[in-house]
């Protein structure tokens, strides 16, 4: 047995959610190691859908303008019932950098991945178990074990299970993983399928022998998912031929199926781990919520598992904040992973129940994707996963309540283009997202910039290495020119009016781009990081 470094960060997993929240941790300098037993990073993407807030969140790295120009987007939706077309869906685009969620493939994703965490000069350690694990008040200590059979026990100050369903991380700490399992198995494989267009569209075909959906993939490639009848064995690979035989009967005979990279059976679970923390070590993507690959947010879910768990597991080692910040991850990725799995179970068991139906329930089934206005925009915030609200976190607080109720803390920063700073034109989203949080000094429209220019100064003195802080003045208030501070010149006051500050005031953003706290008060900061952030 040998004893090793002691590291800030174990991560367990490396995967897309252990290699995005390592990368996230890695790049504000968190000394991290993520292990994985695995041989290397897995081929048979299972996850195939990146949606907007997903892409967000991998702009910040630098990462996404790859995925976009070579991913496919996902712009609608074909349903069909008992082989007759019956409705079309055209998305609108969504407020966002990214419009539109695109697919791109999960060991796509991982390589790219896997090589921002090389800049940052760290690597995965394949082959490498983790096979025990104890801790107390002052760190963690697992135990791995490497391909040559020898082991090592590695001290952390914490660690994360981003280990996937069967997670040896949560069967360690004796965290339970409640839930149900359908009752029908399914088939799934990546294969191509001729006369499959548009290829921007997800197809469901609903049929009394059942379903069958046709996913994107990049590269002209489906996804296929198809229920099995209830008695199947599913046990072993399964045919091309198989498949082909139920798209023949579910979908009317016109797509034929070729080049299949890989085939396989499964069965669906609907599971969130009882806690998602125990004492210094965390749980976080499949790990922690298992659901329907229905409507693709599985992957995503981890993805945003990771970014809101990096910046406050790196403010807790640093010291800025109570260790007690880290139970607000539960107490906001919970309820969002309960919602996940409820909501894709709603739609999988309708889908599955199809062939029971009556008329007037089908036609009911139908009428729910018929969306327009204000309802439809809900709708696509809702599935780009744009609104995923903390507004009950104990670590959102909210001085000025009459201001915009959808830019309130909790929720996510809306984008305003047009800005200056500098000699250089830019957007809001160009500041957040971290590494640090991000202050924003309004000015207002009329009265002297000066009151929030000394309040400027005197919050980058105070809290420079954790927070970037930006005066933000609007055209009729620009004043002197800053050589000392990070100036936004909102020329139009867009951004000044967007988020009702019109008279003078602060927004603190956190490093996974959702508001923290606002208030009319420019001496407000202070009372917020000494009441909330370091309240332990």
Same mark, same amino acid.
């Not at 470094?5 to 997993?13: E, P």
């Not at 897309?16 to 991290?32: C, E, P, S």
């Not at 000069?121 to 082959?127: A, K, Q």
């Not at 429209?445 to 290495?465: F, I, L, V």
């Given at each position: ?84 077309? *019956? ?66 026990? *590695? ?57 069958? /959906? ?57 599971? /969130? ?7 210094? /070590? ?57 919602? *996940? ?65 959808? *830019? ?129």
């Amino acid at each position: 047995m040998n004893e090793s470094d002691s590291t800030d960060v174990l991560v367990v997993g490396g995967r897309t959610t252990g290699m995005m929240l390592a990368a996230r941790l890695a790049r504000q300098g968190i000394n991290v190691r993520i292990v994985d037993g695995s041989p290397g990073i897995d081929i048979h993407s299972r996850a195939t859908l990146l949606h907007s807030r997903s892409l967000e969140l991998l702009d910040n790295l630098g990462i996404a303008d790859e995925m976009v120009s070579k991913g496919q987007p996902l712009r609608g939706m074909h349903l069909f019932f008992d082989g007759q077309a *019956v409705m079309q869906t055209s998305d609108p685009p969504v407020d966002s950098p990214h419009p539109y969620g695109i697919s791109y493939s999960q060991a796509q994703i991982e390589g790219m991945l896997e090589a921002k965490l090389g800049s940052f000069g760290v690597t995965v350690e394949r082959g490498t178990e983790f096979v025990g694990l104890d801790q107390d008040d002052a760190c963690v200590r697992a135990r791995l074990r490497h391909r040559d059979g020898s082991e090592e026990t *590695v001290e952390a100050a914490y660690m994360v299970g981003c280990d996937g369903a069967h997670s040896a991380t949560r069967h360690m700490l004796g965290i339970g993983f409640p839930g149900t399992r359908s009752r029908y198995p399914y088939m799934l494989a990546d294969v191509i399928a001729d006369n499959d267009e548009p290829a921007d569209a997800w197809f469901l075909f609903l049929h009394s022998l059942g379903a069958i /959906v046709f996913a994107i993939l990049n590269g002209r490639r489906r996804q296929i998912i198809a229920p099995l009848p209830e008695d199947h064995p599913a046990e072993g690979e399964p045919e091309l031929a198989e498949l082909q035989s139920m798209i023949d009967l579910r979908t009317g005979g016109s797509y034929r199926l070729r080049d299949p990279l890989w085939l396989a059976y499964f069965r669906i679970n609907y599971r /969130v781990a009882e806690r998602f923390r125990d004492g210094r /070590v965390f749980l976080a993507g499949d790990a922690a919520h298992v659901h329907s690959p229905f409507a693709g947010h599985g992957m995503n879910t981890g993805i945003q598992d990771a970014c809101n768990l990096a910046w406050k597991l790196t403010l807790a080692i640093r010291g800025v904040a109570s260790p007690a910040l880290l139970d607000s991850y539960d107490a906001e990725r919970r309820p969002v992973a309960q919602g *996940v799995v409820e909501n894709t179970r709603t739609f999988t068991e309708s889908v599955e129940n199809y062939p029971s139906m009556t008329a007037g329930e089908r036609d009911s089934f139908l009428n729910g994707f018929r969306r327009e206005g204000d309802e439809l925009t809900a709708f696509r915030r809702s599935f780009e996963e744009l609104d995923l609200d903390y507004g009950a976190s104990p670590i959102g607080r909210d001085d000025a309540a009459d201001l915009p109720e959808d *830019v309130r803390p909790g929720l996510e920063a809306r984008n305003v283009a047009g800005l200056l700073h500098g000699d250089e034109g830019c957007d809001l989203f160009r500041f957040l997202g971290g590494p640090h949080h991000c202050l924003l000094v309004f000015a207002g429209m009329n009265a002297s910039p000066e009151a929030a220019r000394a309040r400027a100064r005197e919050a980058h003195a105070t809290y420079g290495p954790w927070m970037d802080v930006h005066l933000v003045l609007a055209q009729a208030n620009n004043g002197n020119a800053d050589t000392d501070l990070s100036v936004l010149l909102d020329r139009q006051a867009a951004l000044t009016r967007r988020y009702g500050m019109e008279g003078a005031g602060i927004y603190l953003f956190r490093p996974d781009g959702h508001v923290a706290y606002r208030t009319h008060r420019l001496d407000g900061l202070k009372t917020y990081v000494d009441t909330v952030l370091n309240a332990g």
